[in-house]
């Protein structure tokens, strides 16, 4: 290794135990990619305003290529001592190709170095979360669509409110998740600035072109504030932000698929593939991947808060404190990838027991609304109605009966205005199908929004990506 490659002003070695302290190596060698993209956007815009020569442009970034190749094979060497990847980078430069690699860092601070990176490396990250999203949201308006038809109890409270359809139950998890991709491509906006050219806080005294290095990066725009570029990291934020919104929702149909799994519920059975046994109960078949799923929104809220609490009261501008941003961020991308890359994959494997749902849908007085709803229809009013319904579910209660099981004579003790027409009015499909209002439960309502979300899937097109416009 060669000498620390800003130890001028230092008379003694750093301590071992600081090294080891102060090194973020094994974290952040994950940026290397776009470090190296990074500086040799870099050099390119050295070289074009004249600051280095077109010859040592090229040599710098040969020589960067060779590094990137390196680390790729696994023969790039690691050590504590060298701080980070932006270090480790520079240092082997300087080994590759000599003295000119001390130009590379001209005009430009580790400062906006690693504010660069993290942008480029989490608007890649986006755009892939924001595409795994879509794969999960068409598996869900398929799933939807091959269910169509099947009614299950809708709840409120836990308790069985009125039936809805299976299908218009999965297309609440697709608004959901259409709106948290929305939120990715929204922080994307804000993500996509470039830093480079703050160089430590306060810009430069080279006549360095910023604009450029920001097209060759693909960036929409550059950081208008120096400071500001390199003392913020709410760009990162605002992703945990997306990504913590998006683990809540998970972690509702994660809860309910572990519920809807149990014996008591009985709604779906598991794929034997995304299950687990028990290691003493022989008989056990355990709704693991939803569980994980719902812990680990635990990290991904943690992730949130603790970037939060980094950031907060931070003098401007950079503080050492920032290098603690990249443990939570990498967590939170590898947690919220993998998650939606196995609830994708279990999705269309889960067997739904629409027979059960059925059945289920018809006990419980699901169909008490539509009476007062009929009631109504007969010219009372609806308090009215609700007391009538009232005292006829207390009576079918006591009958150990539903509504539509009481005989006409018994509903009619009730109100007068009773007909035979009412138990048409109670049964599943209509009631399912007399909600018709926009985003009901209807069957033509359910279809319609199916059919709207594929047409809108087959319209995205990926952020920074030509296409459709979204
Ligand atoms: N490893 C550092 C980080 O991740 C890079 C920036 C270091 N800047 C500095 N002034 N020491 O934040």
Same mark, same amino acid.
């Given at each position: 290794?060669?000498?620390?490659?800003?130890?001028?002003?230092?008379?003694?070695?750093?301590?071992?135990?600081?090294?080891?302290?102060?090194?973020?190596?094994?974290?952040?060698?994950?940026?290397?990619?776009?470090?190296?993209?990074?500086?040799?956007?870099?050099?390119?815009?050295?070289?074009?305003?004249?600051?280095i020569s077109t010859e040592e442009m090229n040599t710098l970034v040969s020589g960067l290529a060779t590094i990137g190749q390196e680390i790729e094979d696994g023969k790039f060497v690691y050590d504590d001592r060298l701080e980070d990847i932006h270090m480790h980078i520079e240092d082997r430069l300087g080994q590759l190709v000599g003295p000119v690699a001390r130009k590379l860092h001209t005009a430009r601070s580790r400062n906006d170095q690693v504010a660069l990176d993290t942008r480029l490396y989490l608007r890649a990250q986006t755009d892939m979360v924001i595409a795994m999203l879509k794969g999960l949201r068409e598996v869900l308006v398929e799933t939807a669509h091959a269910q169509l038809g099947h009614i299950m109890p809708g709840y409120t409270h836990l308790q069985r409110a009125q039936p809805v359809l299976l299908s218009h139950h999965l297309m609440a998890y697709y608004e959901m998740f259409t709106r948290d991709s929305g939120r990715f491509a929204d922080a994307r906006v804000r993500m996509d600035i470039s830093p480079l050219g703050a160089a430590a806080l306060a810009g430069t005294t080279f006549p360095i072109d910023r604009a450029y290095t920001a097209e060759l990066l693909g960036f929409s725009e550059i950081a208008a504030n120096s400071m500001d570029a390199v003392a913020d990291r709410d760009f990162m934020l605002e992703f945990l932000a997306a990504a913590s919104i998006t683990m809540v929702h998970f972690s509702r149909l994660a809860e309910e698929l572990i519920m809807w799994s149990s014996k008591e519920f009985g709604f779906i059975e598991l794929?034997?593939?995304?299950?687990?046994?028990?290691?003493?109960?022989?008989?056990?078949?355990?709704?693991?991947?939803?569980?994980?799923?719902?812990?680990?929104?635990?990290?991904?809220?943690?992730?949130?808060?603790?970037?939060?609490?980094?950031?907060?009261?931070?003098?401007?501008?950079?503080?050492?404190?920032?290098q603690e941003d990249k443990t939570p961020l990498f967590s939170t991308v590898d947690?919220?990838?993998?998650?939606?890359?196995?609830?994708?994959?279990?999705?269309?494997?889960?067997?739904?027991?629409?027979?059960?749902?059925?059945?289920?849908?018809?006990?419980?007085?699901?169909?008490?609304?539509?009476?007062?709803?009929?009631?109504?229809?007969?010219?009372?009013?609806?308090?009215?109605?609700?007391?009538?319904? *009232?005292? /006829?579910? !207390?009576?079918?209660? #006591?009958?150990?009966?539903?509504?539509? $099981?009481?005989?006409?004579? +018994?509903? &009619?003790?009730?109100?007068?205005?009773?007909?035979?027409?009412?138990?048409?009015?109670?049964?599943?499909?209509?009631?399912?199908?007399?909600?018709?209002?926009?985003? *009901?439960? /209807?069957? !033509?309502?359910?279809? #319609?929004?199916?059919?709207?979300?594929? $047409?809108?899937?087959?319209? +995205?097109? &990926?952020?920074?990506?030509?296409?459709?416009?979204?």
């Open positions: 290794m060669s000498a620390k490659l800003w130890d001028g002003r230092f008379a003694a070695p750093t301590d071992k135990v600081v090294e080891k302290f102060t090194s973020s190596i094994d974290i952040d060698r994950r940026l290397y990619r776009h470090d190296i993209e990074g500086s040799t956007a870099h050099c390119r815009m050295l070289a074009k305003v004249g600051i794929p034997d593939a995304f299950a687990t046994g028990s290691s003493i109960m022989p008989q056990k078949k355990n709704p693991d991947i939803p569980e994980l799923v719902r812990g680990k929104t635990g990290r991904v809220f943690g992730d949130l808060v603790a970037l939060l609490t980094t950031m907060k009261s931070l003098s401007l501008t950079y503080n050492r404190d920032m947690t919220v990838k993998a998650v939606i890359e196995v609830v994708t994959r279990m999705l269309p494997h889960i067997r739904f027991n629409t027979a059960t749902m059925r059945h289920e849908s018809g006990t419980g007085f699901l169909n008490a609304t539509d009476m007062a709803d009929y009631l109504v229809g007969q010219g009372m009013a609806f308090r009215e109605a609700h007391g009538v319904v *009232g005292r /006829a579910v !207390a009576h079918a209660l #006591a009958q150990g009966k539903e509504l539509h $099981e009481l005989p006409l004579e +018994e509903m &009619q003790a009730f109100a007068e205005v009773i007909d035979a027409d009412l138990y048409e009015a109670l049964k599943l499909e209509r009631v399912v199908d007399r909600r018709t209002s926009a985003g *009901g439960t /209807a069957a !033509a309502c359910v279809r #319609a929004a199916i059919a709207k979300a594929r $047409e809108d899937l087959a319209g +995205e097109s &990926q952020p920074g990506q030509e296409g459709p416009a979204s």
